[in-house]
């Protein structure tokens, strides 16, 4: 029983605090990537670049920063056709994913994920992502709906007080 009021609380306040399970990365893990790639471009093979590129992008699209995501949703979106392999593909498709989830273009990111599951219909990664995107479209609806049904009754509220003042008056 106390196992079940836990898991309880601890939903409910995922719900309010926007846990998900995809994790963050700092900015130093991101220029540390950047530097990886600058190296790189030295005259390394192309499958270090390549390699060293989807670290790159991997750090951004799980950045903190807005910026860093936006930057790394457009380097894998110009890399998508060049990727050889179906697994490279999968890879790329699914940070794609998480970069348009962290800029809370959700429906472009469960288009992606539904993409991937295409792919690897057992990836547990995308399957997660996918769940998350769901509970994140049901919270923010559920969370809108109480913001309309908040105003509605205030509104409402105010219209009768109005009412009822101007029915004293006569």
């Given amino acids: 029983m106390e196992a079940k009021i836990g898991k309880f609380i601890e939903s409910v306040g995922n719900f309010f605090c926007g846990g998900d399970q995809i994790p963050w990365c700092d900015s130093d893990i991101v220029t540390g990537c950047e530097r990886e790639v ?3 471009e030295k005259g390394s093979s192309d ?3 390549s390699e060293c590129i989807m670290r790159l992008s991997w750090a951004l699209v799980h950045s903190k920063r807005p910026e860093d995501v936006q930057r790394g949703i457009a380097m894998l979106e110009a ?3 060049g990727s050889n392999s ?3 593909m999968r890879e790329k498709i699914y940070l794609l994913a998480v ?3 962290r800029s809370g273009d959700y429906a ?3 288009q992606l994920v539904d993409r991937c599951l295409e792919i690897a219909p057992d990836w547990r990664q995308a399957l997660t992502l996918r769940q998350t995107i769901e509970d994140k479209i049901t919270k923010d609806g559920v ?3 109480g913001i309309a ?3 509605v009754t205030a509104v409402g509220i105010l219209a009768g007080g109005i009412v009822a003042a101007l029915s004293r008056k006569k």
Avoid: C, N, V
Wanted: glycine share 12%; hydrophobic share 40%.
């Fill in 143 to 145: 969370i809108g709906i």
């Fill in 38 to 40: 600058a190296e790189a």
């Fill in 149 to 151: 049904a908040t105003a």
């Fill in 47 to 49: 499958e270090l670049k």
């Fill in 79 to 81: 890399s998508l056709g």
């Fill in 108 to 110: 472009r990111s469960r």
């Fill in 99 to 101: 970069g348009y989830y």
């Fill in 86 to 88: 179906p697994l490279q």
